[in-house]
């Protein structure tokens, strides 16, 4: 087996460029299956996460349409139908909900002395950071009273706390203006980062609804109501349940074909929509390695197939002097699976490095996954010994009187 080895190795590094293209394929190969598929368990693993930040026990009833777009989960911003009275249709009906809050977001820009920014201003009930899993990290969330009494206050997300006031801590007390309205900062939220709906948390603030609806603007609908519901909790019929109540209060009939105007959905719903996008780049992976592999099979055979003719003379010596058929195939067996193995592993080796630095970049959770690798690494070895069966069995067949009399 060593002797073998040593005449693999030196019939290899003889021809090395012709070596080199002969691996390319494996190389890509095993960097595709690697790298692309480790990217979407990052990119899978990633959406587990942010489904998690949505809030414990989480149902939705969003306003219109909800769509996948680039990543992130849209709603129609236009659509009006939905009602603060519906929300609290939703909240006494569901039997199964221990806590709601409705909720109206839009995009406007916000203003501290001369500093400005734009942010995502939620108006919602102060029970939000409860149902959401949100808390205040400085000061505290607006109260009761202030919904109430229609207060301008406001709790700041801290990426925006530190836009206005250099740092969380310190925002707490301070003055900000939305719509020219002056409104105190009571407090500032803890980092949450993206939610699976794509809004980064830390870039939002919060006002008390009835400020919003009746002190900054003169709106009466909302575009969504959050509710938690008790453990155990068949969240499939808590959404068909919360369906049926919209439809009757919307005058929707759905046997006649009407459509809803509103959206129910679930922490699993979301995630269904994030494995849309996954399993595609899966598939993009399976498919780019898949094609790969087999340009690089295709590569090591034709190879070997030269190597088989280019080194005739040799084979027939070896019979010669007495070297067995099985001899000959396990020689040329080591030289393709040794060819196959060693761009597998390259490959994979380029691919962990490509994913270390994706990772970073891309703030993707660190996914490893050592079966895949094992997979890459002997599916390459594994493809040199498939592509070298053909010429090592070529080899082993050389007629011996032959070779030697034309040579």
């Known amino acids: 087996?060593?002797?073998?080895?040593?005449?693999?190795?030196?019939?290899?590094?003889?021809?090395?460029?012709?070596?080199?293209?002969?691996?390319?394929?494996?190389?890509?190969?095993?960097?595709?299956?690697?790298?692309?598929?480790?990217?979407?368990?990052?990119?899978?693993?990633?959406?587990?996460?942010?489904?998690?930040?949505?809030?414990?026990?989480?149902?939705?009833?969003?306003?219109g349409n909800v769509?996948?777009?680039?990543?992130?989960?849209?709603?129609?911003?236009?659509?009006?139908?939905?009602?603060l009275p519906d929300a609290m249709a939703l909240l006494r009906g569901l039997p199964s909900v221990v806590g709601g809050v409705p909720y109206l977001a839009f995009t406007s820009p916000i203003r501290a002395g001369d500093k400005k920014t734009m942010c995502q201003i939620v108006a919602t009930w102060p029970a939000y950071p409860a149902i959401r899993g949100n808390h205040p990290q400085y000061g505290h969330f607006f109260d009761q009273d202030d919904e109430d009494d229609k207060a301008l206050v406001c709790a700041l997300g801290p990426t925006i706390a530190t836009r206005l006031f250099g740092s969380p801590e310190?925002?707490?007390?301070?003055?900000?203006?939305?719509?020219?309205?002056?409104?105190?900062?009571?407090?500032?939220?803890?980092?949450?980062?993206?939610d699976v709906s794509g809004t980064n948390q830390d870039e939002q603030i919060f006002v008390p609804l009835s400020t919003y609806m009746r002190r900054l603007s003169n709106k009466?609908?909302?575009?969504?109501?959050?509710?938690?519901?008790?453990?155990?909790?068949?969240?499939?019929?808590?959404?068909?349940?919360?369906?049926?109540?919209?439809?009757?209060?919307?005058?929707?009939?759905?046997?006649?074909?009407?459509?809803?105007?509103?959206?129910?959905?679930?922490?699993?719903?979301?995630?269904?929509?994030?494995?849309?996008?996954l399993d595609l780049v899966q598939t993009l992976g399976y498919i780019s390695s898949s094609l790969s592999f087999a340009i690089g099979g295709l590569g090591i055979l034709s190879i070997?197939?030269?190597?088989?003719?280019?080194?005739?003379?040799?084979?027939?010596?070896?019979?010669?002097?007495?070297?067995?058929?099985?001899?000959?195939?396990?020689?040329?067996?080591?030289?393709?699976?040794?060819?196959?193995?060693?761009?597998?592993?390259?490959?994979?080796?380029?691919?962990?490095?490509?994913?270390?630095?994706?990772?970073?970049?891309?703030?993707?959770?660190?996914?490893?996954?050592?079966?895949?690798?094992?997979?890459?690494?002997?599916g390459s070895a594994a493809l040199g010994l498939v592509a070298g069966a053909y010429p090592a069995w070529s080899a082993a067949n050389v007629e011996v009187l032959q070779v030697l009399r034309d040579e």
């Open 170 to 194: 310190a925002a707490v007390g301070q003055t900000v203006y939305i719509f020219r309205a002056r409104l105190r900062v009571v407090g500032v939220m803890e980092e949450k980062g993206s």
């Open 220 to 277: 009466n609908y909302i575009h969504g109501v959050y509710m938690q519901l008790a453990d155990g909790t068949d969240f499939e019929a808590a959404k068909a349940t919360a369906q049926y109540i919209l439809r009757r209060r919307h005058g929707i009939k759905t046997e006649k074909g009407q459509p809803d105007d509103f959206r129910v959905l679930t922490a699993r719903d979301t995630m269904q929509l994030k494995q849309q996008a």
């Open 304 to 378: 070997m197939i030269l190597l088989v003719r280019a080194r005739r003379l040799e084979i027939g010596i070896r019979r010669a002097v007495g070297a067995r058929r099985r001899d000959i195939i396990r020689q040329f067996l080591i030289e393709s699976g040794a060819m196959s193995a060693v761009g597998g592993t390259a490959g994979t080796a380029a691919a962990l490095l490509l994913l270390a630095v994706i990772y970073r970049l891309g703030q993707f959770p660190s996914v490893y996954n050592a079966w895949l690798i094992g997979t890459s690494l002997f």
């Open 67 to 83: 769509r996948f777009r680039r990543g992130d989960i849209r709603t129609d911003a236009g659509n009006t139908k939905l009602k």
């Open 1 to 63: 087996m060593f002797f073998s080895l040593r005449i693999a190795l030196k019939s290899l590094t003889t021809h090395k460029m012709r070596t080199i293209l002969a691996m390319l394929g494996v190389f890509l190969g095993a960097l595709a299956l690697t790298g692309v598929l480790h990217i979407s368990l990052a990119m899978e693993r990633k959406a587990v996460l942010e489904t998690e930040k949505l809030g414990p026990n989480l149902l939705m009833a969003m306003s």
